[in-house]
């Protein structure tokens, strides 16, 4: 079992940075791939950002490729989601994911998830 805990969200203008955590308990965090996903008002879920259980494999979504890096600290059992030059179109909840997924950008493949972090992005 891991349960995650994201925190670091809030309100920021457009064009500033917020640096997302998400804290794993367990002794299986380090053998497991971990995801970002977001979801707008109104919106579906969607994939932003993968990291694989080593640190390697990095995949993002298109609209925040330049913007967004993931991190992880596996001494830590945390992994990081750090977002510059934010846009209003960031505007979302963010969830932390951690399964050991086939397709890295579908949500079912994940086993785990935390109960999200609102990130408000102000123009």
């Known amino acids: 079992q891991v349960q995650l805990d994201e925190s670091g969200g809030g309100l920021v203008q457009a064009g500033g940075s917020l640096r997302l955590s998400c804290a794993a308990s367990?002794?299986?965090?380090?053998?497991?791939?971990m995801g970002w996903f977001r979801q707008a008002p109104g919106k579906e879920r969607e994939f932003v950002a993968y990291?694989?259980?080593?640190?390697?494999?990095?995949y993002y979504t298109d609209s925040v490729k330049g913007r967004f890096t993931i991190s992880r600290d596996n001494a830590k059992n945390t992994v990081y989601l750090q977002m510059n030059s934010l846009k209003p179109e960031d505007t979302a909840v963010y969830y932390c994911?951690?399964?050991?997924?086939?397709?890295?950008?579908?949500?079912?493949?994940?086993?785990?998830w935390g109960q999200g972090t609102q990130v408000t992005v102000s123009s």
């Open positions: 994911a951690a399964g050991r997924p086939r397709w890295v950008y579908v949500q079912n493949e994940y086993d785990y």
């Open positions: 367990g002794r299986t965090f380090s053998s497991n791939a």
């Open positions: 990291i694989g259980w080593s640190g390697g494999g990095h």
